[in-house]
């Protein structure tokens, strides 16, 4: 893949269809050979290699350094944790895996009430969808999920008094991330990894004809 040609809104797109459940790269290789980018574009393509490559990493970094930040705040801790699943819900393997284990849960109680988390279905015009598909969380809109979480959260960062912490642990997380990316040479895993994800891109694509 050229990186280079990649935009942000086809990084931001691969990063919301990709799967979750990916582990986190292993150290030795997270903090090996770190090279200057010889040019804009070169730096560029790194830039968008490594925020794919390493995503997970990426994640639990910004989660310990907020962690850190609200370690004698229990309120900043709560807030933390539901800041992170409002940013997790905007990946669509999260999200469907979420409504889906919340719904069987809640089926051994309630079958009448899980019948009613199920996702709505979407009309179908000579045997494709009509429109993208929609991600649905407990048969509600995911941005409805993300926005009641991030404010809930926000609420509660205010009331514990840390928000100026936590946004200058955000601040520190995000440049943390940036000055990794731009460093990190990207290895042939990367590059191979890349051209693997393209396949099931490719492939999946091809099973929805």
């Not at 669509?92 to 988390?117: N, Y």
């Not at 642990?169 to 943390?176: V, W």
């Amino acid at each position: 893949m050229d990186w280079g040609n990649v935009t942000a809104e086809d990084l931001t797109g691969a990063l919301k269809e990709v799967d979750w459940t990916s582990p986190p790269r292993p150290l030795n290789e997270f903090f090996s050979r770190f090279t200057n980018p010889r040019s804009y574009s070169k730096w560029s393509s790194r830039l968008k290699c490594n925020s794919y490559y390493y995503r997970t990493n990426y994640f639990i970094l910004i989660l310990l350094i907020l962690g850190v930040a609200c370690i004698l705040r229990p309120l900043a801790i709560l807030a933390t944790a539901l800041s992170a699943l409002s940013i997790a819900f905007l990946n669509d393997s999260f999200a469907a895996t979420f409504s889906e284990r919340v719904t069987r849960t809640v089926r051994k109680f309630s079958p009448h009430l899980a019948a009613k988390m199920r996702p709505r279905h979407m009309p179908v015009i000579r045997g494709r969808p009509s429109a993208k598909k929609s991600v649905y969380i407990l048969g509600q809109p995911r941005l409805l999920f993300v926005l009641l979480f991030s404010a809930v959260s926000f609420v509660l960062w205010y009331a514990s008094g840390s928000l100026l912490y936590i946004s200058l642990a955000l601040i520190s997380g995000l440049l943390a991330i940036v000055l990794h990316a731009s460093f990190r040479t990207p290895n042939l895993k990367a590059r191979l990894n890349t051209f693997r994800e393209e396949f099931r891109a490719v492939w999946r694509n091809y099973s929805d004809l």
